[in-house]
């Protein structure tokens, strides 16, 4: 299991994830499913909520090698924006990318319904394509799951998708804290340097200093720590300062190059770079997406103001749990 596999499993057992998913489902009576790029499994099987028809499809052996196949070509679709593809029987699904930096690690995936509320004639066509793969779908038991397959119009299906765009970009910032904090268990000693980098991130770090302060060797040290952390320290402290930049452009009233000092960076264009290829957006643009994303801004009693370690105010609205 390659990195961003595991980092993708650790997100989906995520409470943050759990919430989406539970939330999803009850008011959209829908799969949720968050899975890697590279996946050889049918997303939704043995979901509660999996499509009736595609969960009897899923018995047949070449029927599932169609539904594969429309999940690779998924794939490919969705590596950089919202896709949906539609399988031989009439039924779609949706694709939305979750990245680290510029990088898709993996999708939030939904679906399997009709655009069109499904009929006899509908079906009957269903039966044809299946009867080209040599498989027998005329009983009444999957025509009755068929006809209650859920049906979301296109319009619908497109908020949704933009509904899933915003939720994949929470789960985007996820994945980056969990690349900066312990996977699991770690030495007292990393968590000392650590804590050491959080508290002194906006000055000029060497590993050497941090080596010192948690009383190590240079050599021993650059080992432990890309061991447990699996970064190379300089990337460390840049995502440790990204994070804390994140915070700081909820609040409209200061530049970007004021955050980019603020955190611990002498230049601006060094900043842009570093973000940009971090999140895989410019801090304008995440600052702008925030901004115009689909979650309505609290009223003051949803807000708490924070401040700067230099004392400047800023607003951390409490839409989504971290």
């Not at 799951?145 to 929470?170: E, F, G, I, N, W």
């Amino acid at each position: 299991m390659d990195a961003n596999t595991k980092l993708v499993a650790m997100l989906a057992s995520s409470q943050t994830f759990r919430d989406y998913e539970h939330a999803y489902g009850e008011a959209f009576g829908l799969p949720l499913a968050l899975r890697p790029v590279e996946s050889w499994q049918l997303p939704f099987h043995g979901q509660s909520r999996e499509n009736a028809f595609c969960a009897l499809m899923a018995g047949q052996s070449r029927t599932c090698a169609a539904c594969l196949r429309l999940q690779g070509e998924l794939t490919q679709a969705a590596m950089n924006e919202p896709a949906t593809r539609t399988c031989i029987y009439g039924l779609c699904e949706t694709a939305v990318p979750v990245k680290l930096g510029a990088n898709t690690i993996g999708f939030l995936q939904t679906g399997q319904v009709l655009r069109q509320p499904p009929s006899g004639a509908s079906f009957r066509r269903a039966l044809q394509q299946a009867e080209k793969l040599g498989v027998d779908i005329g009983n009444e038991l999957m025509k009755q799951a068929y006809l209650a397959t859920p049906v979301v119009s296109p319009r619908k299906l497109a908020a949704v998708s933009r509904l899933l765009a915003a939720c994949a970009d929470h789960l985007a910032m996820k994945a980056s804290q969990l690349v900066v904090q312990a996977a699991n268990t770690e030495s007292p000693v990393i968590t000392r340097a650590k804590q050491f980098i959080s508290e002194h991130s906006r000055e000029k770090l060497a590993l050497s200093q941090v080596a010192r302060a948690v009383n190590m060797s240079h050599f021993y040290f650059c080992k432990k720590f890309r061991l447990a952390t699996g970064l190379h320290f300089t990337e460390f402290v840049c995502r440790t300062r990204i994070e804390k930049a994140k915070n700081l452009l909820l609040n409209p009233n200061l530049r970007v190059s004021e955050i980019a000092f603020e955190i611990g960076f002498n230049s601006l264009t060094h900043f842009n770079r570093s973000f940009k290829r971090v999140l895989g957006q410019s801090p304008t643009e995440y600052r702008g997406r925030l901004s115009a994303g689909p979650f309505p801004a609290l009223p003051p009693s949803g807000a708490s103001m924070g401040k700067t370690p230099h004392g400047r105010p800023i607003l951390v609205r409490a839409i989504l749990r971290p």
